[in-house]
């Protein structure tokens, strides 16, 4: 099947990358940033996909992700944490392997790298608390001590994730975090990624 373009929308006159010129340039710019416009909905939308998703806790992910950024908001985390701990576990519907880098990568472009880090890295954190119920070593953070993010990463899981599975929690709504999300996806993506 052949996308066609609506009449009056723009396109670039080149059909590969390496034919572009200024003129062709400027179309997939403005169109990339008018794509980009609802991201931080997307970003929401997303999320929402966890809520299918128990893996025999007696919360839905979605729970899980809105109980971890409430308890990170309740203890005074600075919004971009907050929203990071929002995130942390969005991966868990197409990445259940590698969730934590499929949510780093969403938040890269928007957060410092000691919040992009502890995202990436939060499952190995997580791990103390029940690797060794898997014959795993529950202290296989400890080969990032001394990290940047290394407290950072530790406060997430030890306060906040590994305690958000409570049914009877008093769970803030997506929408007391919706702004929180909309601030940093309306930031300017930063170079590094």
């Not at 996308?3 to 169109?31: C, F, L, S, Y």
């Not at 991966?91 to 890269?108: F, W």
């Amino acid at each position: 099947m052949v996308a066609v373009m609506k009449p009056g929308v723009d396109v670039v006159r080149a059909t590969q990358m390496e034919d572009h010129d200024q003129n062709d340039w400027t179309i997939v710019a403005a169109a990339f940033k008018a794509q980009n416009a609802d991201l931080a909905a997307r970003v929401l939308a997303e999320l929402k996909r966890v809520d299918r998703y128990t893996f025999g806790y007696q919360v839905t992910r979605y729970t899980h992700c809105l109980q971890t950024a409430t308890r990170a908001l309740r203890a005074g985390a600075d919004e971009e944490t907050v929203v990071c701990a929002l995130l942390h576990d969005i991966g868990d519907d197409v990445a259940p392997y590698t969730h934590g880098d499929y949510a780093a990568a969403i938040v890269k472009p928007f957060v410092s790298d000691e919040n992009h880090w502890m995202v990436q890295n939060h499952r190995t954190f997580q791990g103390y608390h029940f690797f060794h119920l898997m014959g795993q070593d529950r202290n296989a953070r400890e080969v990032h001590r001394g990290h940047p993010a290394f407290e950072r990463t530790c406060r997430l899981c030890d306060e906040w994730d590994q305690k958000a599975f409570d049914p009877h929690y008093d769970t803030m709504p997506v929408e007391a975090f919706a702004p929180m999300v909309e601030r940093l996806f309306g930031r300017a993506p930063n170079r590094r990624s």
